[in-house]
């Protein structure tokens, strides 16, 4: 696109040029790219030119396809410039996208967007996604003082790295004597192609994104160096080109440099606006609505002295995440998607607030911090609770990524260190959330001075609740872990513990939550597990004494006898709770532990969305369970999940 390159003064085209056509064959794929880009340039600019949350925040959106000729010349350039192999394959602008903003601030917000209707689905053409992969991104900054970058340059590079970090994408900033704007190179979908890697050819677009005032100064240096380019002849060149081209730097100079004070000051303008206007566009009971939504952050980030209306703004984006927590159980994919749509959506006000140079109410130093810190510790933590509700094991790896970033400024938080050891235990790296679902447990014991990061006591219950079951699934996995290392010791230990940690919720539970059935069944269920398998291995331990053998056998009865009161064999279609009660039945010698476990294993085999469990679960499970139906107790190392 025009006025893209910032460029400095370069000497124009060789007076004698090397390459001055195209082979045959060549000229065929200029046109086809032509062909392509003009084929697919409606779609992707009515689609930006009609999506809701790009017109909020953009002055205009301008889309050129560029012509087969200027492909050409593009190619020529290349090869006379010394890229003797550049090809029309590395041609990557013949569908350009500019996107206007107004303000500076709003370049994040947008970038946000664009990255978002980024996904693999938009492949198999899926509507939901414009763009199907990312082929390179860089930003180019003119407001770099004493060496360092401005806060936009270094917020986009910060977006895209974390948006494309699984396609290992790195966004360099490169400084630009007078060029501020982000590029992006993005593919979209294209027509079937059997040969092509995904079935279709990939266009790839240009996108850039800028301010007004960066683009009036693109469009002046673009007109003036053509103009310049078309004046200067080859012949005048040699006499006339040095002190022209310096006097026109020199003018642009100076115009770039209003231009950027300008746009540094409409900035300006707009902050100290943005409290009338969001307070004019919402009216009181709007806001009132927005704050009983989310009490608790709305409490929180009032006692931090946190701007009312913003107070509104945050606490109405949290609630579109506690409405979707309201839908029916299982989440759909819908479902899920709209978490990563309320993530992303949280995540662009972050920019825009604290990324992009947060005006606190507060006139005071100290103050001002503390109301800046309480924003971002609601923002993040509500963010990357949606990425984790989310469901897939991606969304859980960024909402890692955020609760990492938060724990040297939050380490008394509850609530970040349990939700980061449920992260991990997603991804089923239990060892590592072991420490932090621990650090949870002993933090909610302790009085927290932090009121930033006190648990609400309406989370309290959930937390003891939960809390303990997932500590004794992750010292379950570290037995499972010493059991293949044939340290049986340890892993009896570490079966000891889990037993200990999940037993201590199992009250709290009865007598609060005599409603919520399901917990109380996967509490019963794992207690049972875990002292039916200690005990399998203290039978294979000649130390043992029959004694606590005996006791052993009362424990297990007794959780037992607790678990068929919630859950009777008969009806329950759970493989995991029916491998539970047929392994301590068949190690209490009770009757139906083969009938039970002969309808495990039909369960095993049949699609079961309520309790899907993975092949290596199954296959373990199969294996305790064939045992048991055909009368062999089963092998104490026989591990699976309790819970899986």
Known sequence: MSGNSGRSGDAGEPIFPKHTKLLLEEELEARDLNGRAQERAPHVFSYLNEHSKIREITYAIKHRVKPFSKIISKVLRNRNSGDETFKISNVTDALGVRIITLYKRDMLGVLQIICSLVDEKAKQGSGEFLFSGVLRAVVYDSGQSGGNFSDMALGAKKIIEEKFRDEDLSCPIEAREAYSSIHLVLYAPGRPNPSHQFGMDDLPVEIQIRTIFEDVWGEIDHALQYEFDREITPEKRVGEDIAIRASLRSNLSILKKFLDASAAYADVIHSTMQPLASAQSK?????????????????????????????AEVTGLVAKKLDLDKEAYPPS?????????????????????????????????????????????????????????????????????????????????????????????????????????????????????????????????????????????AYYQQSVIRGYQRRTAEQMLSLQRAYAATSKSTPLADEQLEQDEKPQILRRNCLVFYATQYYDLATNVSKRRPRILALGKKKIAEDLAKLEELADWNTVSNPSILDTIAYARSILDLKDAKKIADKAIGVLWQPNSDAPVSVATRDRMMTRLVNIRDGRLPSAGTNRDPED
Do not use: W
């Open 333 to 473: 994919d819908s479902r899920r998607r709209r978490y990563r749509e309320v993530a992303d959506e949280l995540s662009a006000y972050y920019d825009r607030t604290i990324a992009g140079g947060y005006r606190a109410k507060q006139t005071d130093s100290k103050l001002a911090l503390r109301e800046e810190r309480a924003l971002r510790y609601v923002l993040k933590m509500e963010e990357a609770l949606c990425h984790l509700l989310a469901g897939t094991d991606k969304q859980a790896e960024i909402a890692i990524r955020i609760y990492e970033d938060l724990k040297d400024q939050f380490s008394e938080s509850v609530g970040l260190h349990f939700r980061l050891g449920e992260a991990l235990i997603k991804l089923e790296k239990f060892e590592e959330a072991l420490p932090e679902l621990l650090q949870a447990a002993k933090l909610s014991s302790q009085k927290i001075q932090d009121f930033v990061v006190r648990l609400p006591d309406d989370q309290v219950p959930f937390i003891n609740k939960t809390l303990p079951r997932l500590i004794g699934l």
């Open 283 to 311: 009216p009181a009971k709007e806001i009132k609505v927005a704050l009983d939504n989310d009490k608790h952050n709305a409490v929180l980030l009032d006692a931090a002295g946190v701007e009312r209306e913003v107070i």
